[in-house]
């Protein structure tokens, strides 16, 4: 068994007593607790309570998982008890204080919890720098945890590093070369986009501080933040041989419901989502929407893929159809025939390209999409789903193209990549 399926085995096997541990450690009743569950059911809006919990718990064994990985190379830490609850991890953002609910705890648990660690970091000890940046360590540990189900109605779906690989190709192909450029992901997953990135622009001769530090990203769930800071860190030691000074740039944050809320007040009270302060930056947000991101021009990323007509008929979803009725289908439902009625069947991914390049103007997109949503090789028996596509192609001047790769997810639903510009 390879480095990544012992850990991840482990902590699908360690997942059980976790849970019966927290059950007698009283923290459900805390604010901390309550706080990180609000986050969870922000992303996850049809899980109940006891799915809930079952993913806090997932969460804990994760941040011990990116802890140990990350501790190891960047510091050369090897004594279990220091990775897991050592102060270094705090500047680089890599630790949560909700998930370190167990660190007070005395006898058998808190052993339980050290030998875990232990474990983990024997099982890591073959994988160096390189290894665990450019594989998929975090993704089959999320995906093991986090069952499919709970998954597919938060759109999330971990990208391959061929395919990463496969869009920055051909986002260069148009762009030019990504070196002396920002790139952001707002939907940054486990941070594939951004570590293949930093790789390309300190190839390319950037220098590597500056290359880590034009690379930003964002995403809602808190787990893979913590996944793609500790990617992206380990990627700059790896590469360049950096001891890596401050937090990357990776923040959590939704970002259609932070950039609508920013771009029309009128929706700020009703879009207003539960944020954990240690992770959250009003400031970037509030840059990156005002569209002062110095220098940013390109993006890639594999956003959410959600149907417009299964979000929930309160709340966001109920924002996000009137921005699509206000803005898309009032300006185009004479120009295409069947809009009003089709546009519903398309998917939020879409929407993610249309405010990118509200905040943008002009620059490079390269994203990852359901193939049924955009102009591709994939044969539906109806187009409804590719009028939404076409009217944010019109409505933002896009040129491009778009590619059909299958279905890569191996979920029944087949992927395109959509490499997008306005000059």
């Not at 079952?54 to 960047?74: C, D, E, K, P, Y």
């Not at 260069?172 to 450029?181: T, V």
């Not at 009032?330 to 405010?355: C, H, M, N, Q, T």
Request: with cysteine; glycine share 10%.
């Amino acid at each position: 068994m390879d480095s990544v399926s012992m850990a991840t085995e482990l902590l699908r096997r360690s997942v059980p007593r976790v849970s019966r541990i927290l059950d007698s450690s009283g923290f459900r009743g805390d604010g901390l607790y309550r706080e990180y569950v609000g986050v969870l059911k922000s992303i996850y809006p049809y899980s109940d309570e006891r799915d809930l919990d079952s993913i806090f718990v997932a969460h804990t064994v994760i941040q011990i998982l990116v802890r140990i990985a990350s501790g190891r190379i960047l510091y050369g830490e090897r004594d279990p008890l220091e990775l897991c609850l050592g102060d270094w991890a705090w500047e680089h953002g890599l630790s949560i204080p909700h998930l370190l609910w167990w660190r007070d705890l005395i006898g058998s648990s808190r052993d339980f919890i050290l030998d875990l660690c232990r474990s983990i970091a024997k099982a890591l000890e073959p994988m160096d720098g390189r290894s665990i940046y450019s594989g998929d360590l975090f993704e089959r540990s999320y995906e093991k945890l986090v069952g499919r189900d709970k998954r597919y109605y938060g759109g999330e779906y971990y990208t391959p590093k061929w395919l990463a690989d496969l869009v920055l190709r051909r986002l260069e192909g148009y762009g030019g070369s990504l070196a002396g450029r920002a790139l952001l992901d707002p939907a940054c997953g486990c941070g594939v986009f951004l570590v293949e990135a930093l790789a390309r622009k300190i190839e390319d001769g950037e220098d590597p501080m500056k290359a880590y530090r034009r690379i930003s990203g964002l995403d809602i769930n808190p787990a893979m933040i913590l996944a793609s800071r500790a990617r992206l860190l380990i990627s700059l030691k790896a590469i360049a041989g950096f001891e890596p000074r401050g937090r990357p740039e990776i923040y959590q944050g939704d970002f259609v419901g932070e950039m609508l809320s920013i771009l029309n007040p009128r929706y700020r009270e009703t879009l207003e989502t539960p944020r954990l302060g240690d992770l959250y930056s009003s400031e970037y947000i509030e840059s990156l929407a005002m569209g002062r991101i110095e220098k940013l021009d390109s993006v890639t990323t594999n956003p959410p893929w959600v149907k417009i007509n299964e979000l929930p008929r309160r709340g966001a979803g109920l924002v996000i159809r009137d921005y699509i009725k206000r803005n898309i289908v009032d300006r185009y439902k004479r120009e295409i025939p069947g809009i009003s009625r089709a546009v519903w069947r398309g998917d939020l991914s879409l929407l993610f390209i249309d405010l990118l390049l509200e905040i943008m103007k002009k620059g490079y997109i390269g994203a990852v999409l359901p193939a049924n949503q955009t102009y591709s090789g994939y044969i539906t028996s109806h187009g409804a789903g590719k009028m939404l596509t076409l009217a944010i192609i019109r409505r933002r001047e896009l040129e491009g193209e778009i590619l059909y790769v299958g279905d890569i997810f191996r979920h029944g639903v087949p992927a395109s990549i959509a490499i997008l510009y306005k000059r």
